[in-house]
C-alpha cells in the first residue's frame, strides 16, 4: 500500500500537536512497511527534507516532498489564503508523482485537492483534530478568528470520503455541522511506548503542578495565573511552567517557577517524571498529546472538558471543569494540595494504565490501517 499523507510539517522540524503526530503516522506507518508519501514544510527545508528524525530502515519507505509555505499578507484571513497557496502547491505536486492508494489530509493542507478530488479517483480523509473554530472561544478577538475559520473547514470536511475524529465531544461536533455519521472514524492520537513511566510511582513531600504549551490565549494561562495570584501564601505546593510565558505574565513567587520553552525532548521528561499533577485549563483542545505524556509519565490531571479530553482524563485519573472556569480550577487545585498521598497514587497508577489500554501508536496504527483498507 502506498498512502499520501498532507501535513503543515512533521516533529522536530515543526513543533505543535498536529506535526507531532503527522511524524508518527509516518513513523508507524513505515514501521508496518507502507510506502508514505509525505509532504510537509519546514523552516529548514533541507534539514526536513533530510528525515533524520525516522531510523535507516523507516527512511526507506518513506519519500520526502518539502513544500515552502507562502507568506502573503497580514490582512484578516491571510492564514486561510497561506494554507491555500500551500494545499495547491501540494496538490500540484502529488499529481506529478506516482499515484498512491489512499490520501490523509491534516487540517488545511487538502483544500485545493479535495475542490478537485475527482480527477484522482483515490480515497481522501481528512483529520481536522480539535475543530477548536466550533468550539468555546476566549474573547472577542478568537470568535472572530473561528468565524473566518468555519467555512473553509466545512467545505472540506464534506468533500472527504472519510473524516478522522478524535473522540469525545469532537465526534459530536461533527454530527452537529451535518458531516453523515457513516463518514466518521473515531481513532485517538497514540504516544509512543518510550513515555512510559518505568520506575516505582512515589509521593513526594510537596505535590508539584504542571504547566506545558505555548503562550495562546485559548491555552486558559490567564485563567490559571489568577488562580495562583489567588493562592498567593499557600506554599503547600510547586507549580512549574514549560513554555514560552512572557516576563510580564509571570508571577513573582518561591513556588512557582518557569522553565522557558525546551525543544529536548529528554529534558522535557525529565521535568514531567517529577511532577504530580498536569494542569491543561485550555478553551479548545482536540486530544492534546501532551496529556497523554503525563500520563504515562504518571501524572494525574487537571483539564477543561474540551474535545477529546474526556477520552483521557475521567475520575479515576483525575478532575475535568469547564473552560473558562475559575472558581472550578481553583476548587480541583486546592482539592490536590489537600488529596491523601494514597488517593493520589491510585489516580497517577490509574494515568499509566489507562495509556496502556489504549492509547500506545502500535494499536492506534493498526486501527487506523484497518480502516483504510476498508477503503
Same mark, same amino acid.
Given at each position: 500500500?502506498?498512502?499520501?499523507?498532507?501535513?503543515?510539517?512533521?516533529?522536530?522540524?515543526?513543533?505543535?500537536?498536529?506535526?507531532?503526530?503527522?511524524?508518527?503516522?509516518?513513523?508507524?506507518?513505515?514501521?508496518?512497511?507502507?510506502?508514505?508519501?509525505?509532504?510537509?514544510?519546514?523552516?529548514?527545508?533541507?534539514?526536513?527534507?533530510?528525515?533524520?528524525?525516522?531510523?535507516?530502515? !523507516?527512511?526507506?519507505?518513506?519519500?520526502?516532498?518539502?513544500?515552502?509555505?507562502?507568506?502573503?499578507?497580514?490582512?484578516?484571513?491571510?492564514?486561510?489564503?497561506?494554507?491555500?497557496?500551500?494545499?495547491?502547491?501540494?496538490? @500540484?505536486?502529488?499529481?506529478?508523482?506516482?499515484?498512491?492508494?489512499?490520501?490523509?489530509?491534516?487540517?488545511?493542507?487538502?483544500?485545493?485537492?479535495?475542490?478537485?478530488?475527482?480527477?484522482?479517483?483515490?480515497?481522501?480523509?481528512?483529520?481536522?483534530?480539535?475543530?477548536?473554530?466550533?468550539?468555546?472561544?476566549?474573547?472577542?478577538?478568537?470568535?472572530?478568528?473561528?468565524?473566518?475559520?468555519?467555512?473553509?473547514?466545512?467545505?472540506?470536511?464534506?468533500?472527504?470520503?472519510?473524516?478522522?475524529?478524535?473522540?469525545?465531544?469532537?465526534?459530536?461536533?461533527?454530527?452537529?455541522?451535518?458531516?453523515?455519521?457513516?463518514?466518521?472514524?473515531?481513532?485517538?492520537?497514540?504516544?509512543?511506548?518510550?513515555?512510559?513511566?518505568?520506575?516505582?510511582?512515589?509521593?513526594?513531600?510537596?505535590?508539584?503542578?504542571?504547566?506545558?504549551?505555548?503562550? !495562546?490565549?485559548?491555552?486558559?494561562? !490567564?485563567?490559571?495565573?489568577?488562580?495562583?495570584?489567588?493562592?498567593?501564601?499557600?506554599?503547600?505546593?510547586?507549580?512549574?511552567?514549560?513554555?514560552?510565558?512572557?516576563?510580564?505574565?509571570?508571577?513573582?513567587?518561591?513556588?512557582?517557577?518557569?522553565?522557558?520553552?525546551?525543544? @529536548?525532548?529528554?529534558?522535557?521528561?525529565?521535568?514531567?517524571?517529577?511532577? @504530580?499533577?498536569?494542569?491543561?485549563?485550555?478553551?479548545?483542545?482536540?486530544?492534546?498529546?501532551?496529556?497523554?505524556?503525563?500520563?504515562?509519565?504518571?501524572?494525574?490531571?487537571?483539564?477543561?472538558?474540551?474535545?477529546?479530553?474526556?477520552?483521557?482524563? @475521567?475520575?479515576?485519573?483525575?478532575?475535568?471543569?469547564?473552560?473558562?472556569?475559575?472558581?472550578?480550577?481553583?476548587?480541583?487545585? !486546592?482539592?490536590?494540595?489537600?488529596?491523601?498521598?494514597?488517593?493520589?497514587?491510585?489516580?497517577?497508577?490509574?494515568?499509566?494504565?489507562?495509556?496502556?489500554?489504549?492509547?500506545?501508536?502500535?494499536?492506534?496504527?493498526?486501527?487506523?490501517?484497518?480502516?483504510?483498507?476498508?477503503?
Amino acid at each position: 500500500m502506498r498512502i499520501a499523507l498532507l501535513t503543515d510539517g512533521i516533529y522536530p522540524y515543526v513543533i505543535g500537536g498536529m506535526q507531532k503526530h503527522s511524524f508518527y503516522l509516518a513513523k508507524y506507518f513505515a514501521i508496518h512497511k507502507i510506502e508514505v508519501d509525505l509532504y510537509h514544510t519546514a523552516k529548514n527545508s533541507e534539514e526536513a527534507h533530510s528525515l533524520n528524525c525516522f531510523t535507516e530502515e !523507516e527512511k526507506k519507505y518513506i519519500n520526502s516532498f518539502v513544500i515552502p509555505f507562502p507568506k502573503l499578507d497580514k490582512l484578516p484571513g491571510h492564514y486561510i489564503r497561506e494554507s491555500y497557496a500551500y494545499s495547491s502547491a501540494i496538490y @500540484d505536486e502529488l499529481k506529478r508523482n506516482k499515484p498512491v492508494d489512499f490520501i490523509y489530509v491534516q487540517g488545511f493542507c487538502g483544500m485545493k485537492l479535495l475542490e478537485n478530488k475527482r480527477e484522482l479517483n483515490i480515497p481522501v480523509s481528512v483529520n481536522f483534530h480539535g475543530l477548536e473554530m466550533f468550539q468555546k472561544a476566549a474573547n472577542f478577538k478568537s470568535k472572530l478568528e473561528q468565524y473566518l475559520f468555519k467555512r473553509p473547514v466545512l467545505r472540506s470536511l464534506r468533500s472527504a470520503d472519510i473524516v478522522f475524529s478524535l473522540g469525545g465531544k469532537l465526534t459530536d461536533i461533527l454530527i452537529d455541522v451535518r458531516i453523515p455519521k457513516n463518514k466518521i472514524i473515531q481513532i485517538p492520537i497514540g504516544i509512543d511506548e518510550s513515555w512510559i513511566k518505568k520506575e516505582e510511582i512515589k509521593p513526594y513531600s510537596k505535590i508539584k503542578f504542571l504547566f506545558i504549551g505555548r503562550y !495562546e490565549r485559548r491555552k486558559g494561562i !490567564e485563567e490559571l495565573t489568577k488562580v495562583l495570584k489567588a493562592l498567593e501564601g499557600n506554599t503547600n505546593f510547586d507549580f512549574e511552567f514549560i513554555g514560552a510565558i512572557p516576563k510580564d505574565k509571570q508571577l513573582s513567587a518561591s513556588n512557582i517557577h518557569y522553565h522557558g520553552s525546551i525543544s @529536548d525532548v529528554n529534558k522535557i521528561k525529565e521535568i514531567v517524571s517529577k511532577a @504530580d499533577v498536569l494542569v491543561c485549563p485550555s478553551y479548545s483542545e482536540g486530544m492534546p498529546t501532551v496529556i497523554l505524556e503525563a500520563m504515562a509519565s504518571g501524572l494525574a490531571i487537571i483539564a477543561s472538558d474540551v474535545g477529546a479530553v474526556n477520552e483521557e482524563v @475521567d475520575s479515576k485519573n483525575g478532575i475535568l471543569i469547564e473552560a473558562g472556569d475559575i472558581n472550578g480550577l481553583r476548587k480541583s487545585i !486546592e482539592e490536590f494540595i489537600k488529596m491523601p498521598q494514597e488517593k493520589l497514587l491510585e489516580m497517577k497508577q490509574h494515568s499509566i494504565q489507562k495509556i496502556k489500554k489504549g492509547f500506545l501508536w502500535e494499536d492506534v496504527i493498526l486501527r487506523t490501517i484497518e480502516e483504510i483498507n476498508k477503503e
